[in-house]
């Protein structure tokens, strides 16, 4: 009765605020042209061209943030375009960036490229394996034109761990985890912060000033006035919104004033600056003759936080944990060339299968690719057949911290339960060990969040290791099952270990002090050479943990020595021009 009453509520505010009356096809700040410009026109393309694709990606925005999931969240855009194609309702992705992120470009578990555990560290020399053949990579073999525009947050230690090597033919946006939206800062700790904006390999200085959101989406669209739409394209927007920090143009926040709740204001504010980026994109691939053979995928990476504004009500847990509000995904896909449009697809899908339905659209061969995860879904996505998919496993961690109340013994000796890991077979989810914090967070639209009501809603229960939730039927995950379905625990648990026979070792590298930004110019970027980088794979590669130590041969010769100190004279200049051109760039700004 909740929910409906919040969604009733919702409904109302929305119409209060004139939602309904929002065209979505209104010129803004960014589009001048009229949108009926391109009404009517249906550019001739050949029928068996590959078809583009624009894959969008927002970083933390919560299952209930979007309009058609009742929010108070204006997001005609999204609402418009999901509802005129195929809404995901059973969709999951990561809890967190890196793992998200990897999983979508690999069409592999976390367990398969060994980041199972956290996200890469500015500081690491760490970074999607190079072994991995990515889905850009796999897309220009079938004759596509890769792009990225966005966040990265898959490692870039080394020149071979950057977009234009894995597979991207240009690259612009930030190659950590968060950045300021409008200076491109990003600290990873006290003391270490550095500018973060790259065009290709280099830094682009002089840059900020301007919203990320909007330098970003001017970006896509000049790559689609230069592009021949007859060579199909692949162009992967990867939002740094709506993660923090809070930052949008005060302009956007406005429509949003009635809301007590200052971060919740601040958050939706940055939500449709988003809807009004895609809009544009959409606009472009009209305009530019794309859209009749495109396909347009809308993904989050993770859920979101609910203390900074965001909302994944009234799922269980937020970003961060193995609970469905960390890991059930915003999700539907747009295109003239689904067979059976306007639905919802209550099949089962996972990010992981976005690399074999992409690159079998593309007409690529993934018959090479040993070892992927994901499944080729577009016929499930297009003419509504049923998933491929019966099984996820959302993670193993044998890194997290153990729950100090698991053991072997209430695995059934099959498990050691104290170890953070989840999986989904069919109905039955099971989590095991320390899943995060399984709270239910109502949207908060007050403007200090009542003590009271919110341990109302705390999942306190009894200190315990093993869950189990038929999440058909309970998507809410409120009635755990494994005490009286122990054997559907037996079942999953005996899943896991199969899946856990088939891990790499973790890589997660201890941090480089070389890494910092003012060693680097003020700017992060790679620093290691590359014979370094061999060499700390390979001890990287020997440890059973994938933990990197950084030691020094103590047995070098003398001439080795040597070497290693003309170049560390070489490194002392370079750093030094760098700093010094870096001071008198921030004068001119």
Known sequence: MAVHALTGFSVVS?????????????????????????????????????????????????????????????????????????????????????????????????????????????????????????????????????????????????????????????????????????????????????????????????????????????????????????????????????????????????????????????????VSIVDEAVRNITYALRKYGYYQNSVIIFSTDNGAQPFVGGSNWPLRGRKGTYWEGGVRGLGFVHSPLLRRRRRVSRALVHITDWYPTLVTLAGGNISLSDGLDGYNVWPTLSEGRESPRVEILHNIDPLHIRAGHGSWQDGFRIWDTSVQAAIRVGDWKLLTGDPGHGDWVPPQVLANFPGNWWNLERGMGQRKSVWLFNVTADPYERHDLSSRRPDVVKVLLERLAHHNRTAVPVRFPDEDPRASPHLNGGAWGPWAWDEEGEREREREDNNNVGRVVHRKSLNKSKNKKKKKKKKCKICKLKSFFKKLNTRIISNRI
């Open 14 to 270: 929305v119409l209060s605020l004139g939602y309904l009356s929002w065209d979505w096809v209104k010129p803004n700040q960014l589009d001048n042209e009229p949108f009926a410009d391109f009404k009517g026109k249906r550019p001739e393309l050949k029928p068996r061209q590959p078809p583009h694709i624009i894959f969008f990606m927002t970083d933390d925005q919560g299952f209930h943030d979007i309009g058609y999931h009742g929010s108070d969240i204006r997001t005609p855009t999204l609402d418009k375009l999901a509802a005129e194609g195929v809404k995901l309702e059973n969709y999951y992705v990561q809890p967190i960036c890196t793992p998200s992120r990897s999983q979508l470009i690999t069409g592999r578990y976390q367990i398969h490229t060994g980041l199972q555990h956290s996200i890469i560290r500015p500081r690491q020399p760490n970074c999607l394996p190079l072994d991995q053949v990515t889905l850009p990579q796999k897309l220009r073999e079938a004759g596509y034109a890769t792009h990225m525009v966005g966040k990265w947050h898959l490692g870039f230690y080394r020149k071979q761990c950057l977009p234009t090597r894995r597979g991207f033919d240009t690259y612009f946006g930030s190659l950590t985890g968060s950045v300021d939206y409008y200076t491109y800062d990003s600290c990873d700790g006290p003391g270490q912060c550095g500018y973060d904006l790259h065009e290709g390999e280099n830094v682009a200085w002089g840059r900020g000033g301007k919203f990320s959101t909007h330098l970003y989406t001017q970006r896509v669209r000049k790559i689609l006035a230069a592009h021949d739409p007859h060579q199909p394209v692949f162009i992967f927007m990867s939002f740094q919104a709506v993660h923090t920090p809070l930052r949008p143009p005060k302009g956007y926040i406005y429509p949003y004033r009635g809301m007590g709740n200052i971060a919740r204001r601040k958050y939706a504010a940055m």
